[in-house]
T-cell receptor, first 111, second 110 residues
Framework: DAEITQSPRHKITETGRQVTLACHQT?????MFWYRQDLGHGLRLIHY???????NKGEVSDGYSVSRSNTEDLPLTLESAASSQTSVYFC??????????FGPGTRLTVL | GQSLEQPSEVTAVEGAIVQINCTYQ??????LSWYQQHDGGAPTFLSY????ELEETGRFSSFLSRSDSYGYLLLQELQMKDSASYFC???????????FGSGTRLSIRP
């Protein structure tokens, strides 16, 4: 069955370190998205991609970067982790705007 | 810019009906979606409305009024397992990009 996975599921890191969160989907979807979820803010879009070599900034992209070298993967990198980036991160994919399929999430703590 | 408004919390009784409203402001509009998220889980898709219509899927219905920039999710015959957060989301300036509201936490009492 097609699925979308994220790793790691939990991560603790220190301020200033570079962190990469992985997202892998087997739906063969062109569209992939990264969100962060904080209490009271719902899901906020960080970066998104409409296909290989395409990346776009979302509403909260500062301090984050993504790259899309193939259809299946969209890794999210925190260049220099900050305590404000402590959050739950969700990756999602879609074929169109109608329905997004979400991964299980990564809980990131920056100390 | 884009913004969505929905109540932060709603409480209802098991077996009853509840309506969760959503108003939006967007620079472009393709459609309104609803997602459900249980505590500790990932959001899952419930419904999508592109036209002024009532969409029904089992106990859940979703309605859209484009002229009023308004939609709602209707949950009937509430069950305890419906306790979750519900997010409305707008597909706005891009046909594939979704902006989410802050979510409505639905609590159900026996």
């Amino acid at each position: 069955d097609a699925e979308i996975t994220q790793s790691p599921r939990h991560k603790i890191t220190e301020t200033g370190r570079q962190v990469t969160l992985a997202c892998h989907q087997t739906w063969n979807h062109n569209n992939m998205f990264w969100y962060r979820q904080d209490l009271g803010h719902g899901l906020r879009l960080i970066h998104y991609s409409y296909g290989v070599q395409d990346t776009n900034k979302g509403e909260v992209s500062d301090g984050y970067s993504v790259s899309r070298s193939n259809t299946e993967d969209l890794p999210l990198t925190l260049e220099s982790a900050a305590s404000s980036q402590t959050s739950v991160y969700f990756c999602a994919s879609s074929r169109s705007g109608n329905e997004q399929f979400f991964g299980p999430g990564t809980r990131l703590t920056v100390l | 810019g884009q913004s969505l408004e929905q109540p932060s919390e709603v409480t209802a009784v098991e077996g009853a009906i509840v309506q969760i409203n959503c108003t939006y402001q967007t620079s472009g509009f393709y459609g309104l979606s609803w997602y459900q998220q249980h505590d500790g889980g990932a959001p899952t898709f419930l419904s999508y409305n592109a036209l002024d219509e009532l969409e029904e899927t089992g106990r859940f219905s979703s309605f859209l009024s484009r002229s009023d920039s308004y939609g709602y999710l209707l949950l009937q015959e509430l069950q305890m397992k419906d306790s979750a957060s519900y997010f409305c989301a707008v597909t706005g300036s891009s046909a594939s990009k979704i902006i989410f509201g802050s979510g409505t936490r639905l609590s159900i009492r026996p």
